[in-house]
């Protein structure tokens, strides 16, 4: 099955600084690759995805790029603010299943 | 258009006993998929529904069942529950299929004594 690992599994940046956190997928099959951010007692919202014919999308401050050829994908998050504080999760899917990464605890200094 | 729902939203239930939790999709959405979320294992996918039928199925023992209703709304079932149970539920509802955006619910807090 799919196994999706994810890095760092914490991130402190400052305010206003940029926030990159990365992921690995092993299924080539895979085709689907979404982003969610879970702040603390809520529950996972989609924040961006992209799908395996795009190499990059964005969206206002953030951003995902993949490399199929290395199965990685990666979350960029631009002039980070305090709201930005949270746990993102990525996610990869080959068809009717989405596999998580472990998560990445953000936390945004004033 | 409402968001996914799930009721209900706290349970505790003590070891041995079964539990029913259950999951009402956005409306238009056909498939339904549930996950465990623990501090120790994060986002563990459960199983999926489209249609009323079981399309893919995570490595959870059989205590673990689901069904979905012909209104799309879904059921999840836990029998002769374990204290490793103790987790947060999440179910997400897709148009489609999970390669398609997932909307989650608020999830169910199980807690099992």
């Known amino acids: 099955g799919e196994n999706v690992e994810q890095h760092p599994s914490t991130l402190s940046v400052q305010e206003g600084d940029s926030a990159v956190i990365k992921c690995t997928y092993s299924?080539?099959?895979?085709?689907?690759f979404p982003w969610y951010k879970q702040e603390l007692g809520k529950r996972p919202q989609l924040i961006i995805d992209?799908?395996?014919?795009?190499g990059e999308k964005k969206d206002q401050r953030i951003a995902v790029t993949l490399n199929k050829t290395a199965k990685h994908f990666s979350l960029h998050i631009t002039e980070t603010q305090p709201e930005d504080s949270a746990v993102y999760f990525c996610?990869?899917?080959?068809?009717?299943?989405?596999?998580f990464g472990a998560g990445t605890t953000v936390t945004v200094r004033a | 258009k409402a968001g996914v729902t799930q009721t209900p939203r706290y349970l505790i239930k003590t070891r041995g006993q079964q539990v029913t939790l259950s999951c009402s999709p956005i409306?238009?959405?056909?498939?339904v998929s549930w996950y465990q979320q623990t501090p120790g294992q994060g986002l563990q996918f459960l199983f999926e529904?489209?249609?009323?039928?079981?399309?893919n199925k995570g490595n959870f023992p059989g205590r673990f069942s689901g069904r979905q209703f012909s209104n799309s709304r879904s059921e999840m079932n836990v029998s002769t529950l374990e204290l490793g149970d103790s987790a947060l539920y999440l179910c997400?509802?897709?148009?489609?299929?999970?390669?398609?955006?997932?909307?989650f619910g608020p999830g169910t807090r199980l807690t099992v004594t």
């Open positions: 997400a509802s897709s148009q489609k299929a999970s390669s398609y955006e997932q909307y």
């Open positions: 299924d080539s099959a895979s085709n689907y």
């Open positions: 992209i799908r395996s014919n795009v």
């Open positions: 996610a990869a899917s080959p068809s009717y299943k989405l596999s």
């Open positions: 409306s238009g959405h056909r498939s």
């Open positions: 529904y489209f249609s009323e039928t079981q399309r």
